[in-house]
């Protein structure tokens, strides 16, 4: 069992960096693939970035790819997303995931789910 908790959500500036953190409980976590995924009002979840469980590989969508780095430190049971460059648009409450899953981009492949930080970037 893992149990996640995000933070580092706010409010920033168009152009403007934030860093999230979600921090693991649980023996396993470094066993798990770490997925963040973001939701705006009336939208659906959308997969955000994507590293496996050694931190080796990662994956993005090309909506965020070059802005956003997620990365891991197993040995803090941490998993970061480093957000750059931000624009309205990525206004949403972000949530990190964990699963058995590789590099998955889709929310039914992950078990396990944090409760959320929102950030709010303003133009």
């Known amino acids: 069992q893992v149990q996640l908790t995000e933070s580092g959500g706010g409010l920033v500036q168009a152009g403007g960096s934030l860093r999230l953190s979600c921090a693991a409980t649980?023996?396993?976590?470094?066993?798990?693939?770490m997925g963040w995924f973001r939701q705006a009002p009336g939208s659906e979840r959308e997969f955000v970035a994507a590293v496996d469980w050694s931190g080796g590989n990662t994956y993005y969508p090309d909506s965020v790819r070059g802005r956003f780095t997620v990365s891991r430190d197993n040995a803090k049971n941490t998993v970061y997303l480093q957000m750059n460059s931000l624009k309205p648009e990525d206004t949403a409450i972000y949530y990190c995931?964990?699963?058995?899953?590789?590099?998955?981009?889709?929310?039914?492949?992950?078990?396990?789910w944090g409760q959320g930080t929102q950030v709010t970037v303003s133009s």
């Open positions: 995931a964990g699963g058995n899953v590789g590099l998955g981009y889709r929310t039914y492949e992950y078990d396990y």
């Open positions: 649980g023996r396993t976590f470094s066993a798990y693939a």
